[in-house]
């Protein structure tokens, strides 16, 4: 069998069994966001690692080197902030072949910078090595829970209502304009906005120290399979169903104008990924705290759905009728991606 008929779920699980992930510090090990860890310890630690590979992650034809290097650091940060967590520290791996212009590593480390100076981090080592011939990208992101509980994807209750902050399908939007030739010099400011979330997208810490402080999220991941693929990971991880209303997704007019012009299909941005919006489940007696996320964040935040008994993950037309999927989101290996 090869890898690509197994798909990258269950090849993890099967790497996971090799393993005996637990020990008496360890809190969460592989299935959430990052890994915590340092239990007994005065705060706990969080760490993450996301690797982007040349032709399947990004395309030097139309993303600039510094944009990749800020992009590669902000969704490691997405994953600490879908734990509720801080990023601190980070380790910058990076196999270059040998013919790169040494120009590509000083923008992909300004655009990096540029990140890591907004939020605190520190580059604190990493590995540099040569590839045959693509460029690849592993970063590993050291955090802490500073006075807060990590939250889990795996705390997902019946009853609960299923929230996302900012708009949806943005980025995906934006990605189908690059590989179609539009460029981030367009003179459509649409355009410009959704192939701006695609190569700059911003995490959302300052929400999630919110979310987590207050405690209000039952259970939290970062969208970066697509809303409908990491919902269906908490719903997985908690045992329970998700029932999302297609009418409520937050779609931004950027997101709409393109979408007519390219005839994006309606699933289009519940399956599109790498939007880094934090979707999070809310018990209903917790549910109007985050009017203050709303207010004093300038924070979009929209109810799309709810957590019932069962399984997988269920799409509602606004006459309440099941909208057949026929794929959650992405997924590597998969034919056809
Ligand atoms: P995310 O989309 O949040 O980055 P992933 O879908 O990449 O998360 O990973 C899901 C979980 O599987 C994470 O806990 C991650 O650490 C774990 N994981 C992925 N690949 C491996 C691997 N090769 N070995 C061990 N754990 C892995
Ligand atoms: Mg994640």
Known sequence: MEVKDLGEFNLIEKIAAHFNGRDQDLLIGIGDDCAVYGKGSKKLSLVTSDML????????????????????????????????????????????PGHMDVSFVEEFCTGAAH????????????DTVASPDKIIISITLMGEEDGTEPIRRDGAADGDQIFVTGTIGDSAAGLELLKGGTSRDSENKSH????????????????????ASGKIATSMIDISDGLLQDLNHICRS???????????????????????????DTPFPLVGGEDYELLFTVPLEKVEELDLLEKEFFCRVTHIGEIVRGEGVALYDSHNNEIELTQYGYEHFKAGQ
């Open 192 to 211: 410009v906005e959704v192939i701006m979330k695609h190569l700059s997208p911003t995490p959302r810490i300052l929400e999630s120290e919110f979310i």
């Open 53 to 96: 590979v040349e032709g399947i992650h990004f395309n030097l034809d139309f993303t600039s080197p510094y944009y990749l290097g800020g992009k590669s650091l902000a969704l490691n940060i997405s994953d600490i902030a879908a734990m509720g967590g801080k990023p601190r520290w980070f380790l910058l791996s990076l196999a270059l």
């Open 115 to 126: 990140i890591a100076n907004k939020y605190g981090l520190k580059l604190i080592g990493g």
């Open 238 to 264: 908690s045992g329970v169903r998700g029932k999302v209303w297609l009418d409520r997704i937050p779609l931004s007019d950027s997101y709409r104008e393109t979408a007519q012009g390219l005839d994006l």
